[in-house]
């Protein structure tokens, strides 16, 4: 799989998820969750390239792919993903509170998404 299906996976995934979680749907969502985070595995696997293919989901239509990408890339690209986590988390809904809660663990010191 190339780095861009590999990205495109990702999206899908991260898509798919937040639409079963608003469902109700935990087992699905939770299927989706293991494809997209094995997609990113795959990604950090690849290095800074995998890495650098992921940023293009920075600036994706949807608010939960573009959360779930900077929550990934915070160590790779920490101001752009910081300035994505920020403005969404300023708004509604689960994507807002899934970028609130990153925010807080890289305050705190426990992020641990993308070990260096």
Known sequence: MTLEEL???FARHVAAQSDAILRGDARTGNKHA???IAAFKKLREAGDAGREALTVLLE????DVRVSAAACLLR???ADAKAVLMAAASGEGLAAFEA?????N???GT???DPA
Request: glycine share 8%; aromatic share 16%; no cysteine.
């Open 60 to 63: 994706h239509p949807r608010m």
């Open 76 to 78: 790779y690209r920490t």
């Open 34 to 36: 293991g494809r997209y």
């Open 7 to 9: 990205v495109e996976e």
């Open 100 to 104: 609130a809660q990153v925010l807080k």
């Open 106 to 108: 890289w305050e705190n």
């Open 111 to 113: 992020w641990g998404l």
